[in-house]
Nanobody, 114 residues
């Protein structure tokens, strides 16, 4: 069974930084575009960043210039470097393929205090 495991979340003050990591259980993910998604309480899940198999990146306007997505196919890892964090970035963050695979990991909580 394919699994995605996210880590790296935590509590940080506004303006701070965090680096999220995601490891895939199978190298099949190396063939897919990967994305970081987030879901805040009472809101729909949204994709904030994506990276193609070849390394091209895209970002939601709300995080452009502050977040950086990267991948290391040899390690089956996807990362999200988050800088200049804002309280509105508070959410559970998930990684998945783009378009998303049906099952989701447990996510990692990011809380930004003002």
């Amino acid at each position: 069974q394919v699994q995605l495991v996210e880590s790296g979340g935590g509590l940080v003050q506004a303006g701070g930084s965090l680096r999220l990591s995601c490891v895939a259980s199978t190298s099949i993910f190396n063939l897919h575009a990967m994305g970081w998604y987030r879901q805040a309480p009472g809101q729909q899940r949204e994709r904030v960043a994506s990276i193609s198999a070849g390394g091209s990146t895209n970002y939601a306007d709300s995080v452009k210039g502050r977040f950086t997505i990267s991948r290391d196919n040899a390690k089956r890892m996807v990362y999200l470097q988050m800088n200049s964090l804002k309280p509105e970035d508070t959410a559970v963050y998930y990684c998945n393929t783009v378009p998303n695979f049906p099952s989701w990991g447990q996510g990692t909580q990011v809380t930004v205090s003002s």
